[in-house]
């Protein structure tokens, strides 16, 4: 016998409460407690597993690496860690209509162990075999499911035994042991729940597609992201042609690694120069602008800095940051002011990374100040100058990391000077590349606008 039972869920945490508040006391949020109608089945949805429950020496334990289907295609590789690993769930989080979708087509298209189970909970099949059309890469067998019950999926799962299969999305998902309409916590919690059974019991990597809320948090994303082995969140501005991947917990590789995508009429296309992306094409000098030679991930990036500095209208100095974060550009140019006496107290001060990209590398804050020294002044830095040092409170220049892969990448986009620490330890500089080795600050500002 069913028994039925009510509770309160909160939408944005998932912690239940015993009865209706208007604010969540666990995270803050209002309005975002529901009651839900839950039943609790009598049958136990574990079955007790014997043969993986009983302990093992940890010596006898082998250190293989871990299994992974390698993927064809080279940034969703690279941010995954090298390719799926059978049996894990992953989390694809992005806001509507950022191309969620279009990427996992792509990838089921082209996987290299087929069949795909597609299982489209929103789109009619149609729609995305109309989509499908218009890619048309990758010759996979791909199976379109169009399906919202989390028992008919996995009955099909069980059916079809594909290499892969992926749920566009976990919100439409609904488990009819449950009362609660879909998309609710309790229903996505209890749908990925049984998917992720599954995916392990079958060895089958299951990827899940999320939206995100317009806070910028997966409906019930506390307790999606620690069910599953790994979230992705796939970001950048509609308007902007790019699109940025990015590993936000990996369960079998490392999250700093950054995939990137042009989107064209004809599906995403994986950039392989992301240097080019991120600076304008070096035929006019600008003043405001600054390249720097940042690191996402593994992977040296070329990172143009855009500054805009102009007298205050009113009384408080604005500042206003995208991409950067705010205090450390307070930071940057209290150190311009105090120890290299630029008076920028008084003026509003805008800092813009370009290409939508957002960064928290300590070895553009010298781009960055250069950038702002070459707005105030309305004087265009040589389009031949890149940037890398971090910069301390007291304007003196510091060593980063990786410099001489950081080198590389300036010499092979083209740059012929680049400004470093004089505490840099340098062991291989590229040739052909001339290097600032300077202390402070005052002394960069020398060097550009003598
Ligand atoms: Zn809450």
Known sequence: MAQKKTTFICQNCGSSHNQWMGQCNRCDHWNTIVEEKLRVSSKKTFAASSDHSAPRPIKEISLQE??????????????????????????????PGIGKSTLMLQ??????????????????????????????????????????????????LKKNKPGLCVVDSVQTLFSPELESAPGTVSQIRESAH????????????????????KEGQLAGPKVLEHMVDVVLQFEGDRQHMYRLLRAQKNRFGSTSELGIYEMQGSGLHPVSDPSQIFTRPRDESLSGVGIGIGMEGARPLLIETQALVSTAVYGTPQRST?????????MLLAVLEKRCGFHLGSRDVFLNIAGGLRVDDPALDLAVCSSVLSSSGDLPISLD??????????????????????????????????????????????????????????????????
């Open 66 to 95: 871990t299994p992974r289907i390698a993927l064809t295609e080279p940034e969703l590789n690279r941010v995954t860690g090298g390719g799926l690993v059978p049996g894990s769930v992953i989390l694809l989080g992005g806001e």
């Open 107 to 156: 990838l089921s298209m082209g996987f290299p162990k087929g069949p795909v189970l597609y299982v489209s909970g929103e789109e009619s099949l149609e729609q995305v075999k109309l989509r499908a059309d218009r890619i048309s890469t990758g010759s996979a067998e791909v199976l379109l499911l169009p399906e919202t019950d989390v028992e008919l999926i996995a009955d099909q």
């Open 385 to 450: 100058i890149a940037f890398c040092s971090e910069v301390g409170l007291g304007g003196e220049l510091r060593p980063v990391s990786r410099l001489d892969q950081r080198l590389m990448e300036a010499s092979k986009m083209g740059f012929t000077e680049v400004v470093v620490s004089a505490r840099s330890k340098l062991e291989n500089p590229p040739k052909g590349l001339k290097l600032h080795t300077l202390k402070r600050v005052d002394e960069v500002a020398q060097l550009l606008f003598g």
């Open 322 to 330: 995208t991409g950067f974060d705010s205090r450390r550009l307070n």
């Open 194 to 213: 049984r998917l992720i059974q599954i995916a392990k019991q079958l060895g089958v990597p299951v990827i899940l597609i999320g939206h995100i809320t």
